[in-house]
């Protein structure tokens, strides 16, 4: 059977009742649309203050290097402590953060420096909420509503990138002050909800603390050769196909236009993305999910590439959102592939891999692109940016033929126990 017997458990109409999910969701939004307004203030204003791409870049570094070096710290706190408590103190801290930003720039003392550092805050607060986040969803929702409910809360991640870098865009045109006030706000609802969401499943029995538990989240990784090659795919796919940094110097001086030009840019993809997350919430992939993975990688390197010829703003929107479409195909493949293949006491540490996997193709994919763009330009930059996604796509189909012909989210002998129940 291609549809397990609680196939009927997975409908959305369950979901929407289930109000732990409506909080977690929630929460997902408004947490990770504050984030995307909080983006577009900072890549503005240090750009405004320096002129220059290479800085652009420094903020995505000074975000990643936190989360890189917090990653097998964050992953056993996500396993042994209340995730929902996790995920509130530090959207506390980014409310923090931002409220600082607004004291800085209201008191004239914001510089680039200070920007840098706060953004390390912030990536640092992120490194133990996102673990924490993306774990609770199987202590939400049943199991055979994770890849339902994956696409759903993939959904809401898009959502706020639509919402949020417009929202900020345009409050940024008002003042820098408001930008800030209005992420900490919302930072602020997004914490409480985060504490209060219910429960289905009992946490896991907390483990000793040892060196082989610490690094088992590495280890359980590299003995599931379909999540790592799903990982590393998106990894590289994401670091070198990067644009979203650069967004400043194309709207700017390419595109000639403002910062609400470069909240709808930032918008763009998260757009097509939520319309890909939609989709596949209603229709799931059930069969050869590797090869549709491998097929959104290479389209979206052809979208970016069409993105870095065009020097025009419906051109360019056209080619952001058909680039977030393909990408949320990878998104919700390698995140249920870790959902659904993962023991859930180790979870977290998983999780918290994950994270630094997508953190390292975002954050320190912004770095590479400020880097190249200072060394050949912002639209040279992009152009090598897409053909390297593609080179990527196709010499991961031969280096990992097991995610290629993958047939389910689930191993084959769980999903054949399922169909058999």
């Given at each position: 059977?291609?549809?397990?017997?609680?196939?009927?458990?997975?409908?959305?109409?369950?979901?929407?009742r289930?109000?732990?999910?409506?909080?977690?969701?929630?929460?997902?939004?408004?947490?990770?649309?504050?984030?995307?307004?909080?983006?577009?203030?900072?890549?503005?204003?240090?750009?405004?203050?320096?002129?220059?791409?290479?800085?652009?870049?420094?903020?995505?570094?000074?975000?990643?290097?936190?989360?890189?070096?917090?990653?097998?710290?964050?992953?056993?706190?996500?396993?042994?402590?209340?995730?929902?408590?996790?995920?509130?103190?530090?959207q506390?801290?980014?409310?923090?953060?931002?409220?600082?930003?607004?004291?800085?720039?209201?008191?004239g003392?914001?510089?680039?420096?200070?920007?840098?550092?706060?953004?390390?805050?912030?990536?640092?607060?992120?490194?133990?909420?996102?673990?924490?986040?993306?774990?609770?969803?199987?202590?939400?929702v049943?199991?055979?509503?994770?890849?339902?409910?994956?696409?759903?809360?993939?959904?809401?991640?898009?959502?706020?990138?639509?919402?949020?870098?417009?929202?900020?865009?345009?409050?940024?045109?008002?003042?820098a002050?408001?930008?800030?006030?209005?992420?900490?706000?919302?930072?602020?609802?997004a914490?409480?909800?985060?504490?209060?969401i219910?429960?289905?499943?009992?946490?896991?029995?907390r483990?000793?603390?040892?060196?082989?538990?610490?690094?088992?989240?590495?280890?359980?990784?590299?003995?599931?050769?379909?999540?790592?090659?799903?990982?590393?795919?998106?990894?590289?796919?994401?670091?070198?196909?990067?644009?979203?940094?650069?967004?400043?110097?194309?709207?700017?001086?390419?595109?000639?236009?403002?910062?609400?030009?470069?909240?709808?840019?930032?918008?763009?993809?998260?757009?097509?993305?939520?319309t890909?997350?939609?989709?596949l919430?209603?229709?799931?992939?059930?069969?050869?999910?590797?090869?549709?993975?491998?097929?959104?990688?290479?389209?979206?390197?052809?979208?970016?590439?069409?993105?870095?010829?065009?020097?025009n703003i419906?051109?360019?929107?056209?080619?952001?959102?058909?680039?977030?479409?393909?990408?949320?195909?990878?998104?919700?493949?390698?995140?249920?592939?870790?959902?659904?293949?993962?023991?859930?006491h180790?979870?977290?540490?998983?999780?918290?891999?994950?994270?630094?996997?997508?953190?390292?193709?975002?954050?320190?994919?912004e770095?590479?692109?400020?880097?190249?763009?200072?060394?050949?330009?912002?639209?040279?930059?992009?152009?090598?940016?897409?053909?390297?996604?593609?080179?990527?796509?196709?010499?991961?189909?031969?280096?990992?033929?097991?995610?290629r012909?993958?047939?389910s989210?689930?191993?084959?002998?769980?999903?054949?126990?399922?169909?058999?129940?």
């Open positions: 059977m291609n549809i397990p017997s609680s196939a009927p458990e997975a409908a959305p109409g369950r979901l929407a289930n109000r732990g999910f409506q909080r977690l969701w929630s929460a997902r939004v408004l947490a990770s649309m504050s984030f995307q307004m909080l983006a577009v203030a900072m890549g503005w204003h240090v750009y405004a203050l320096t002129k220059s791409a290479f800085a652009l870049g420094l903020v995505g570094l000074s975000q990643f290097l936190p989360m890189f070096l917090l990653t097998l710290v964050v992953g056993h706190v996500a396993d042994r402590y209340d995730r929902r408590r996790i995920a509130a103190v530090c506390g801290v980014e409310c923090a953060a931002a409220l600082t930003f607004a004291c800085g720039t209201f008191g003392w914001l510089s680039a420096p200070v920007i840098y550092a706060l953004a390390a805050c912030v990536g640092a607060a992120r490194a133990f909420e996102s673990p924490a986040v993306s774990s609770l969803l199987p202590a939400v049943p199991r055979a509503q994770l890849p339902t409910a994956t696409a759903w809360s993939t959904s809401a991640s898009q959502t706020a990138q639509i919402v949020g870098p417009a929202l900020g865009g345009l409050l940024y045109g008002v003042g002050g408001p930008a800030y006030i209005a992420c900490a706000l919302s930072f602020a609802v914490a409480v909800l985060s504490s209060s219910a429960l289905q499943a009992r946490p896991a029995v483990a000793p603390v040892t060196l082989a538990s610490v690094f088992s989240g590495i280890a359980f990784i590299r003995s599931q050769p379909v999540i790592l090659g799903a990982l590393s795919l998106d990894l590289f796919a994401v670091l070198f196909g990067g644009a979203t940094a650069l967004l400043p110097v194309f709207a700017r001086d390419i595109l000639h236009a403002g910062p609400l030009a470069l909240g709808l840019l930032r918008s763009a993809s998260a757009v097509g993305a939520l890909g997350s939609i989709w919430a209603h229709f799931p992939l059930r069969r050869r999910p590797g090869l549709a993975m491998f097929g959104g990688v290479i389209v979206f390197g052809c979208a970016t590439i069409a993105f870095g010829l065009s020097h419906a051109v360019s929107l056209i080619a952001l959102a058909v680039l977030g479409a393909s990408d949320v195909v990878s998104v919700v493949v390698r995140t249920s592939l870790v959902q659904l293949r993962t023991p859930e180790t979870l977290g540490r998983v999780s918290a891999v994950n994270s630094l996997f997508i953190g390292t193709s975002n954050q320190l994919g770095f590479e692109s400020g880097l190249t763009a200072g060394w050949w330009g912002a639209q040279p930059a992009v152009l090598v940016g897409g053909v390297a996604t593609i080179g990527v796509a196709l010499l991961w189909m031969k280096l990992f033929p097991a995610l012909e993958t047939r989210l689930e191993h084959e002998e769980t999903r054949a126990a399922a169909g058999a129940g």
